[in-house]
């Protein structure tokens, strides 16, 4: 069974600039969470998915979006790019909220 | 709002031995689930064990097994016959759940416990 898979792994922006992330979740699965990870601030929820619509958001600006597709896959988008959004972007799949499966993640820096 | 507190930043243990990670968490709801998960340099986090708040038996998976002391607030991380392959970040995390044990909400984490295990 696969697991969660993140693309890209690693990705270098400059600031202003926009990115998307991808995430594919574990077959079945419809919730889909995303969490920011740098060395100062830990692990941030971002936001959370269940078939395509976003049921919970967490404290970060408007330039931080997501969606869900119908076949679960998610993607976040973060528009102008500052030297702070640089981190680990991490996402999880979720069957029935009962355990959480991450993916490997994907390293963002922006330069 | 939850909190989730690790107070040691780091840790190590020799091969073979017992360590024991601690979390305290704060939440006034009554359902919830805890977990423990492991971060190794390869980034990947890795579910270690599931403890369910309305149990009061704590889990247990292989070496690994915790302290759940739900009065307190308190679940803490047993690592037994520590291994090369456990030097990771460990974090703690929490979520509340309703009474049909579907979670909700978001993960909050502590900020982790470096734990090193030496040869």
């Known amino acids: 069974k696969a697991g969660v898979t993140q693309t890209p792994r690693y990705l270098i922006k400059t600031r202003g600039q926009q990115v998307t992330l991808s995430c594919s979740p574990i077959?079945?699965?419809?919730?889909v969470s995303w969490y920011q990870q740098t060395p100062g601030q830990g692990l941030q929820f971002l936001f959370e998915?269940?078939?395509?619509?976003?049921?919970n958001k967490g404290n970060f600006p408007g330039r931080f979006s997501g969606r869900q597709f119908s076949n679960s896959r998610s993607e976040m988008n973060v528009s102008t790019l500052e030297l702070g959004d640089s981190a680990l972007y991490l996402c999880?799949?979720?069957?029935?909220?009962?355990?959480?499966?991450f993916g490997s993640g994907t390293r963002l820096t922006v330069v | 709002a939850q909190t989730v507190t690790q107070s040691q930043p780091e840790m190590s243990v020799q091969e073979a031995e017992t360590v024991t990670l601690s979390c305290t968490y704060d939440?006034?709801?009554?359902?919830?689930?805890l977990f423990w998960y492991k971060q190794p340099p390869s980034r990947q986090m890795i579910l270690v064990i599931r403890?369910?708040?309305?149990?009061?038996q704590n889990a247990t998976e292989n070496r690994f097994s915790v302290n759940f002391q739900k009065a307190a607030k308190s679940f803490s991380l047993k690592i037994s016959d520590s291994q090369l392959g456990d030097t990771a970040m460990y974090f703690c995390?929490?979520?509340?759940?309703?009474?049909?044990?579907?979670?909700?909400?978001?993960?909050?984490f502590g900020q982790g416990t470096i734990l090193t295990v030496h040869p």
């Open positions: 999880a799949s979720s069957l029935a909220g009962r355990g959480y499966t």
């Open positions: 077959s079945g699965h419809r919730s």
């Open positions: 998915y269940f078939s395509e619509t976003q049921r």
């Open positions: 939440t006034s709801e009554n359902n919830y689930y």
């Open positions: 403890q369910e708040a309305y149990k009061q």
């Open positions: 995390a929490f979520i509340h759940s309703n009474a049909g044990g579907t979670s909700y909400g978001k993960l909050t």
